[in-house]
């Protein structure tokens, strides 16, 4: 089983939602710090937010707070990432990864310690 696959992706208009799902592995998903980044053409990678398996909680970078939502599975090792309200400036691969411990250092997500990458998934946003 791969460690990590992103789906849910595709195209959306401005102000619509998607939902993108992340389903891990049981070795990178119990008890570990799951987050979702994004990577749009020529940018560097900007963390999006962080979810802690263990007990759900949760952090979100500021550009995406109030607009993104991430929710779990357990029972299917998946991860959920509610994206409302959607931007042009959104767009872009998104990848969620695996690490033992979030590292959010004032309201940005980095990716410190995250050793497990999915393969991404599409968000073109635009009319």
């Known amino acids: 089983q791969a460690p990590l696959v992103e789906s849910g992706g595709g195209s959306v208009q401005p102000g619509g939602s998607l939902r993108l799902s992340c389903a891990a592995s049981?070795?990178?998903?119990?008890?570990?710090?799951i987050g979702w980044f994004r990577q749009a053409p020529g940018k560097e990678r900007e963390g999006v937010a962080t979810?802690?398996?263990?007990?759900?909680?949760?952090d979100y970078a500021d550009p995406v707070k109030g607009r993104f939502t991430l929710s779990l599975d357990n029972a299917k090792n998946t991860v959920y990432l509610l994206m409302s309200s959607l931007k042009p400036g959104d767009s872009g691969m998104y990848y969620c990864?695996?690490?033992?411990?979030?590292?959010?250092?004032?309201?940005?997500?980095?990716?410190?310690?995250?050793?497990?990458w999915g393969l991404g998934t599409q968000v073109p946003v635009s009319s």
């Open positions: 979810i802690y398996t263990a007990d759900g909680s949760t």
């Open positions: 049981t070795y990178t998903y119990t008890n570990n710090c």
């Open positions: 990864a695996a690490a033992r411990e979030c590292s959010v250092v004032a309201g940005v997500v980095t990716a410190t310690g995250f050793s497990y």
